[in-house]
């Protein structure tokens, strides 16, 4: 079933949010996007292409299906065939030769934050049998946010009221798309090394509740000043803005 709505489109207001009226709600095809299928997402642990770094003293480690690199912020730069991986639980091993001397590369699924940016990531990695031991982050912080949905629980430190549904999605194509209380919104996200941001958000608009309305308007702004992100040991994601704000989400 659709709704019908009169509309107006491309208001924009105030911090960059670009609200759109659509005549037929409901489907909002603009707001699909393709998301990680479950075989992405169950990539055995430390699978190539995989890449791990760490600091003090700064590395980069490559695994691809041929080769294993290791790149060492001094210049050195180490290469080895890549052997099979052994794989038990919540771990895996790489036993290789750099330069004649054996080294075991250990990848355990736990969180780890960089040292210097903070950036989560989720996999725990060392490379023993070396002196300096080296120690550092691997896989991908995009693997974190997940494909899956997440359930707004919190916006400023203050709970979300009990009647809403706010979500978060975050879209293969870059996209994030969601519900703000009352209008369904996407924006775009780009992560790098050093954080997470996100665009102006364009929205459906569809009246609701005065309160239901300043929520979802609170949603957005803060969605705007998002400058990192963070998950907490009970699974929760944190999205941090760049004046202290957060806001909290958990999986359904």
Request: aromatic fraction near 4%; charge should be positive; charged fraction near 25%.
């Amino acid at each position: 079933m659709t709704t019908t709505a009169r509309c107006a489109y491309g208001r924009r207001l105030r911090r960059g949010i670009t609200m759109i009226w659509t005549r037929r709600l409901g489907p909002l095809a603009g707001l699909v996007a393709l998301v990680l299928s479950p075989a992405v997402l169950a990539a055995p642990l430390g699978a190539p292409p995989y890449t791990a770094r760490g600091q003090e003293p700064g590395w980069r480690l490559t695994i691809a299906q041929d080769s294993i690199a290791l790149d060492m912020a001094s210049g050195e730069k180490l290469r080895t065939p890549t052997p099979r991986a052994r794989r038990s639980g919540r771990q895996a091993r790489y036993d290789v030769v750099f330069d004649g001397r054996p080294a075991r590369i250990a990848i355990e699924r736990r969180l780890c934050r960089d040292t210097m940016s903070g950036m989560p990531h989720p996999d725990t990695v060392a490379i023993l049998r070396r002196q300096p031991v080296l120690r550092g982050c691997g896989g991908e912080p995009r693997d974190l946010l997940g494909a899956g949905e997440w359930r707004v629980t919190q916006i400023g430190g203050q709970r979300v009221l009990g009647k809403t549904r706010p979500t978060l999605q975050f879209l293969a194509d870059g996209g994030l798309a969601g519900n703000g209380s009352c209008n369904r919104f996407r924006t775009s996200y780009t992560l790098t090394g050093e954080g997470l941001t996100l665009g102006p958000a364009a929205a459906t608009m569809m009246a609701c509740e005065p309160a239901v309305m300043a929520q979802e308007q609170a949603l957005l702004r803060r969605l705007e000043g998002v400058g990192s992100f963070d998950i907490r040991p009970d699974g929760a994601l944190v999205l941090k803005g760049r004046d202290g704000e957060t806001l909290v989400a958990r999986r359904p």
